[in-house]
T-cell receptor, first 110, second 115 residues
């Protein structure tokens, strides 16, 4: 089976940097994805890592270490609109579904 | 291009009833996945369909079923509803299950309340 662990809540100050960690256990590994979901909204895709290293997309970056079964999402220059839930998701192999963590609720405060 | 459309958006049922939820994927997408979302539990995988075939099924009781039609539209059905089935049911589409990009496109969901 597959399981993921991520913190349930994180609070950070507007303009700061925040890192949301995700550790996973899978039999096999295909890739790690990150999704954002605002209250009342649909989850939206942020990033995907299949190989070790850092992927940068604007203010958001995602990192993966396959040997440590670990990844993180880095949000820079935090804005109030970044207040949302963030989910990591892993696919163990090409034949398994995308499995999500329970999500991290990020609160950005002034 | 239109996004993933789910109907109905909201519905209220009573225990013992059954419900059918519908999902129209993005045009050209052949893969549809369903997830159940409850507070504090994240998104729990229900089913994945590709070209009318169920590719994966999550750890849910047999009361939960689904299907996909030749036009890629999908439905899921929950029979003999229980209070614990109250949740947001999310449908997501992709070209091939997001296997190359990790990206699924989600609809706004169908919020089911069981009384």
């Amino acid at each position: 089976g597959q399981s993921l662990e991520q913190p349930s809540e994180v609070t950070a100050v507007e303009g700061a940097i925040v890192q949301i960690n995700c550790t996973y256990q899978t039999s096999g590994f295909y890739g790690l994805s990150w999704y954002q979901q605002h209250d009342g909204g649909a989850p939206t895709f942020l990033s995907y890592n299949a190989l070790d290293g850092l992927e940068e997309t604007g203010r958001f970056s995602s990192f993966l270490s396959r040997s440590d079964s670990y990844g993180y999402l880095l949000l820079q220059e935090l804005q109030m609109k970044d207040s949302a839930s963030y989910f990591c998701a892993v696919r163990g192999s090409g034949n398994t579904p995308l499995v999500f963590g329970k999500g991290t609720r990020l609160s950005v405060i002034a | 291009k239109a996004g993933v459309t789910q109907t109905p958006r909201y519905l209220i049922k009573t225990r013992g009833q059954q419900v059918t939820l519908s999902c129209s994927p993005i045009s050209g997408h052949r893969s549809v996945s369903w997830y159940q979302q409850t507070p504090g539990q994240g998104l729990q995988f229900l089913f994945e369909y590709f070209s009318e075939t169920q590719r994966n099924k999550g750890n849910f009781p047999g009361r939960f079923s689904g299907r996909q039609f030749s036009n890629s539209r999908s439905e899921m059905n929950v029979s003999t509803l229980e209070l614990g089935d109250s949740a947001l049911y999310l449908c997501a589409s992709s070209l091939a299950g997001g296997r190359d990009t990790g990206e699924l496109f989600f609809g706004e969901g169908s919020r089911l309340t069981v009384l």
